[in-house]
């Protein structure tokens, strides 16, 4: 094992630094993020930093940089207060990291990387169509990282459109067997292959496997 | 697609709306996290909220539901200000859902399912020497998220410990061929397989592969 430490952390290049630390926590979600701005020019970005904050209510938290390219998607958030997030299907992977270019304002990136902007009930901000599990989020809360200036917005979910045969009777949602990939640092995209479900952990007590969809 | 709202969410039972939310929300990291008491007692359990907040200084966020079965844990991260987050690999993942039992304060969860401590220079937590990717952190902040009652805790990255030829000339770590695996929900497990990893995006320029180590 090599063996690191804050010395160490501090002598690393900027760019290899952000790699390491991104690639070094594990595998995440990725979504592409869609939002509106107050004249309904739409906007898409490809995110990795959502996470579950709790079921009752719903919420999910997500990490904004403020001074990065996903500001057009927080200034649309903060004007209308609601947004999109997609899970990001295997088939679109490249499509969906091309989100992350610079594109000027008057670009959509739905029409720029080839997504489809679609709408459910009444909810204000595009969903895209290609994806298999998305989710309308309403902006209730934003707390500020004052150690390194990033904020963490945190929604609740207002709206879920699910591939109808990917819900199990228990509500497990099977993303892999929707076709969602995961993804590792900024950059790596990654198809998923179940092992199992366990039941229930109790000590002293064999684990046994659960059914999926 | 199946669409559903609040009015929907409200009338979910209370295990189907926390299976559904959590595994809704896409691929997830997860780690044993390892600590010691006051008195050297150690504990271990699993956890599957940590995010990345940034890398200079490098800082991860965890999730803290304080009463729930985690509250071991972090009752040891507030007495000693430290923990440590360590991948699991998948020859490991049932012994690794097994900690999340509800074992007597008496006993640790490292000789209860099968994990040997280890520490590295003066880190003061123990790591968990079965895994690949072993991190320490010292707790520098917590958010009291007031919607929900959980808490975000804020670790720096101080000490990693990581397979040698995992880690890229470019700092990426291939926690892939390290063997680690991604979660969905509370008990579900996934090994990967890498689809890319994409350059740079930018307008109007095809994408090409990035090697990995």
């Given at each position: 094992m090599k063996i690191l430490q804050t010395v160490d952390f501090e002598q690393m290049e900027r760019r290899y630094r952000a790699a390491f630390f991104n690639t070094a926590g594990g595998f995440k979600p990725v979504h592409l993020v869609g939002t509106a701005n107050g004249e309904g020019k739409y906007n898409l970005s490809i995110f990795n930093s959502i996470?579950?904050?709790g079921a009752n209510p719903p919420l999910w938290g997500m990490v904004i940089r403020p001074h990065s390219v996903e500001r057009h998607t927080?200034?649309?958030?903060?004007?209308?207060?609601?947004y999109t997030l997609n899970a990001v299907p295997e088939a679109f992977f490249r499509q969906a990291h091309q989100t992350s270019a610079k594109y000027s304002r008057e670009v959509s990136e739905f029409d720029a990387c080839g997504f489809t902007p679609v709408f459910h009930r009444d909810f204000p901000a595009p969903f895209v169509a290609e994806s298999p599990v998305q989710i309308g989020l309403k902006l209730v809360d934003q707390m500020h990282v004052s150690l390194n200036d990033t904020i963490i917005a945190v929604g609740q979910i207002v709206c879920v459109a699910v591939q109808e045969d990917c819900v199990g009777l228990d509500g497990y949602v099977d993303i892999e067997k929707a076709g969602a990939i995961a993804c590792t640092g900024l950059?790596?995209?990654?198809?998923?292959?179940?092992?199992?479900?366990?039941?229930?952990?109790k000590p002293d007590t064999p684990l046994h496997e659960i059914p999926t969809p």
């Open positions: 996470f579950h904050l927080w200034e649309n958030i903060l004007e209308t207060g609601f950059d790596a995209y990654h198809r998923t292959q179940r092992l199992a479900r366990l039941s229930y952990a």
